[in-house]
């Protein structure tokens, strides 16, 4: 049912997009984090 519900209504697939723009901005975030973490232990190791 609940797989119907987000699946098969206009509210479930609004709160799916939400969903996956969450996870799709986290794992962007992450990825500039750890690049801006490496290049400055890159800068200090210089």
């Given at each position: 049912m609940a797989?119907?519900?987000l699946f098969g209504s206009d509210i479930g697939l609004m709160s799916?997009?939400?969903i996956v723009g969450v996870l799709v901005i986290g794992v962007?975030?992450?990825?500039m984090y750890s690049n801006k973490v490496e290049?400055?232990?890159r800068k200090l190791g210089k």
């Open positions: 797989w119907e519900l799916l997009a939400v962007v975030m992450g990825k290049e400055e232990s």
